[in-house]
């Protein structure tokens, strides 16, 4: 079993709805971070947190601590938010950072 | 754009030849790593080096070779590789190398070994 599980692996949505892709993890971290990676191939930053809940535009991310589990919410879903998402945990013995397998979404125009 | 720029997006090679991936960041850090990222696999880390100097290395074979000549400048230099190296390379950047660092990602090199 990963350390890191993403769900769903896949998802396929609408223009405009609501879209939630969780993370769970079975180690102590110091951190969890949310990643963006575009067909091209390229990985963006979204969201590094260690507590709570952060927001940056359409984009919201959480995390609970006790019950090792982060989400990633999008609002108003746009064809240009399909991309992989990458959770990824910092190891509160290290810094190396263990990855989750990503999660593919797909928005229809 | 992230600051990372890696170079070249696709690259085609032998698996006799010898080519290198290059990496470059000019957003002042010192922490360079090097991750593969094959079909549906999480990212794995290869190699990473703060201030020039290799700190990990997770038992990646003879075959990739890195070289870190200065804190802006990351190599890969491939040889005689497998088709199952097939698979994105991404470099990333951070400040230093501590627990809560955020990185920053090239586009990642696109390597087709044939």
């Known amino acids: 079993k990963n350390e890191v599980e993403q769900s769903p692996q896949n998802l396929t949505a609408q223009e405009g709805e609501f879209i939630t892709i969780n993370c769970s993890y079975s180690v102590g971290i110091s951190a969890l971070h949310w990643l963006q990676q575009h067909p091209g191939g390229g990985i963006v930053s979204l969201f590094m947190l260690s507590s709570g809940k952060k927001k940056h535009g359409r984009l919201i991310a959480t995390i609970n601590i006790q019950e090792k589990h982060s989400s990633l919410h999008i609002t108003a879903s746009h064809p240009r938010d399909s991309a992989v998402y990458i959770c990824a945990v910092s190891k509160d013995s290290n810094y190396q950072l263990i990855w989750g397998a990503g999660t593919k979404l797909i928005i229809k125009p | 754009e992230t600051g990372v720029t890696q170079t070249p997006r696709h690259l085609v090679m032998g698996m006799t030849n010898k080519k290198s991936l290059k990496c470059e960041q000019h957003?002042?850090?010192?922490?360079m790593y090097w991750y593969k990222q094959s079909a549906k696999k999480p990212l794995e880390l290869m190699f990473v080096y703060n201030f020039k100097e290799q700190t990990e290395n997770n038992s990646v074979p003879s075959r990739f070779s890195p070289e870190c000549p200065n804190s802006s400048h990351l190599f890969l230099h491939l040889h005689t590789l497998q088709p199952e190296d097939s698979a994105l390379y991404l470099c990333a950047s951070s400040r230093q190398t501590g627990m809560n660092t955020e990185a920053f990602f090239g586009q990642g090199t696109r390597l087709t070994v044939v």
């Open positions: 957003l002042g850090h010192n922490a």
